[in-house]
């Protein structure tokens, strides 16, 4: 608490900072600046990224391991700090965050920038207040606070409060473009700016799945999971099912395999998937699972047009890149019924539906029953209305797109 007090008086002098430097400097250049820390992700965030960015020296600030405790504030003032070392540097008339940093919009309009962002998601949504009040543990509510009544009640006051600051901060934003629908609805709801609100779909590469035959083996069929080995990407909830789906299949059918593709960022992430492996041996499915840790993107290609479905499980996922790569190499999704795969992706084309949504194990049991069994004209018919759906979130899409949403902010200047 002291540290983020500390945090604070700092970032009071770097506003005062500003105001000097700004009546030194009335007039920003002529230019965009893009303000995106972690360029060399490669993520769908950086897909978004289409200009590079100055280097920060001091992008502690913003990473989660500073702050133990308090991480969302402390990230964000982190962020302000860090933008400051940006505007200093260099103060364009545009400022772009396709980071998610709100905090910094405050900041930059003091500078004389006009703020333009692309958010991919919320810092803090009403969904994950209400899993506090409901005290479930999850991903981001741990188990300890899960299982107290008074420390889940002092972090709902915490996320009243951070909730609010957000509000307050995004709505200096001029422009403000979304990712997806859920996004969309939770911006407007917390930030109150819909008349300044776009959604654009992030740009999706699937030129060479597009170009993957629509005709699989079913010798045997292989079902794949494309995700880094995270805890929200709930791979285990994978596994059940498919334990549960092969069950239900008669003996003389053909045993499918599963196939996990994904990285591994860390040392958690690495006993993650250990976990998962040791799991298959446990249900006695060992010899049917597959894991692909760090594979190239050649080598995923080849992995997708193979599979007859791709499967997805995080919960409010805000939008869904991976479930548009299975509809574009022709793999029938079975996606997490929430957020960006359920609102936006994985909907039916021409009356034609293009996949399953499902949320419990059981769930998605049924659903990879379904495809499995699926007559082989019946799948390629779905698979089709799949793939032309994935190609309403292309590149020359979201060219389009941001183009027209940027347009007039940038003709009025």
């Known amino acids: 608490m002291a540290f983020l007090a500390g945090l604070a008086a700092l970032l009071a002098a770097l506003l005062a900072a500003a105001f000097r430097r700004i009546r030194r400097h009335p007039h920003p250049a002529p230019a965009a600046g893009f303000f995106h820390p972690y ?3 490669g993520g769908g965030g950086e897909r978004v990224l289409w200009c590079a960015v100055v280097h920060l020296n001091r992008r502690k600030w913003i990473e989660a391991s500073t702050y133990p405790h308090f991480t969302m504030i402390g990230q ?3 962020s302000v700090y860090l933008a400051w070392e940006a505007l200093n540097k260099f103060t364009p008339q545009f400022y772009f965050d396709t980071s998610g940093y ?3 919009y405050p900041l930059a309009r003091l500078f004389g920038c006009k703020v333009i962002c692309y958010t991919h998601y919320p810092t803090i949504s009403s969904d994950m207040v209400e899993r506090v009040k409901q005290r479930s543990s999850m991903y981001n509510n741990d188990s300890r606070i899960a299982g107290s009544i008074w420390l889940s009640r002092c972090k709902i006051l915490y996320y009243s409060i951070f909730s609010w600051l957000y509000g ?3 709505s200096c934003a001029h422009l403000v473009m979304v990712n997806s629908s859920w996004t969309r609805s939770h911006i407007e709801n917390i930030w109150r700016i819909p008349e300044r609100t776009r959604r654009v779909y992030p740009p999706c590469d699937t030129s060479a799945l597009q170009m993957l035959p629509l005709e699989r083996s079913t010798t045997p069929p292989i079902l794949i999971s ?7 990407k709930a791979h285990g909830l994978q596994l059940e099912a498919f334990a549960i789906a092969l069950k239900k299949l008669s003996p003389e059918f053909p045993k499918p395999k599963l196939q996990f593709v994904g990285s591994c960022r860390n040392k958690e992430d690495l006993e993650r998937l250990q976990k998962l492996k040791d799991r298959s041996t446990e249900l006695h499915i060992d010899e049917l699972v597959e894991f692909h840790k760090d594979i190239s993107y050649r080598d995923l290609v080849q992995l997708l047009g193979g599979a007859v479905a791709g499967l997805h499980s995080m919960t409010d996922e805000h939008f869904g890149i ?3 790569e299975y509809m574009a190499a022709g793999a029938i999704p079975i996606a997490h019924k929430s957020a960006g795969p359920m609102m936006d992706i994985v909907l039916d084309e021409d009356g034609q539906q293009t996949g399953f949504l499902a949320s419990e194990k059981e769930e998605y049991a049924e659903a990879i029953v379904k495809v499995l069994r699926m007559p082989e004209a019946e799948r390629h018919e779905m698979a089709t209305a799949a793939r032309k759906r994935a190609q309403r ?3 020359h899409r979201f060219h389009e797109d941001f183009t027209d949403a940027v347009r007039p902010i940038l003709s009025a200047t």
């Open 102 to 104: 709100a905090f910094t």
């Open 322 to 324: 991976s479930v548009v």
């Open 76 to 78: 964000s003032l982190g």
């Open 226 to 232: 494309v995700a880094q080995f995270r805890p929200e």
């Open 168 to 170: 307050l901060v995004g």
């Open 39 to 41: 360029t060399n992700d």
């Open 393 to 395: 979130f292309s590149e």
